[in-house]
């Protein structure tokens, strides 16, 4: 999310209180982030290995980001080398039954896109 449209959270220029989850939400990679922290806690590596196709850095900027919104924790530990993981904040869990809703919703629709000629 760029930089100058993260502060729009913490002003009232939205017409819906929707549009603050769609901020939020809005990075290419932050649902699959939440649905693989909404598993348990995950430690950098292992998140780049359960999404393969991002970039270091655009999954750092993401983590970052979610961090800063207050939807996920980030625990440091003093090792070497250095020992990161991420979890969800109890308003970060709140997103879950979204998420399962989602899931089903995709499912419906996949089976029902099936045989259907574009």
Not at 3 to 28: N, P, Q
Not at 30 to 55: A, Y
Not at 61 to 70: A, C, I, M, P
Request: glycine share 6%; aromatic share 10%.
């Amino acid at each position: 999310m760029p930089e100058d449209r993260t502060h729009k959270i913490s002003c009232s220029s939205y017409t819906y209180e929707l549009e603050v989850a769609f901020e939020i939400l809005s990075g290419k990679w932050v649902p699959q982030i939440i649905w693989h922290l909404s598993k348990g806690e995950k430690r950098f590596g292992q998140l780049r290995k359960l999404m393969p196709k991002v970039t270091q850095k655009m999954l750092t900027q993401q983590l970052r980001s979610l961090e800063k919104n207050g939807i996920i924790n980030r625990k440091a530990y003093p090792e070497v080398p250095p020992v990161v993981e991420y979890s969800l904040t109890e308003i970060g869990e709140k997103l879950i039954p979204s998420f399962n809703s989602l899931d089903e919703w995709a499912v419906e629709y996949l089976k029902g896109r099936e045989g259907q000629v574009e």
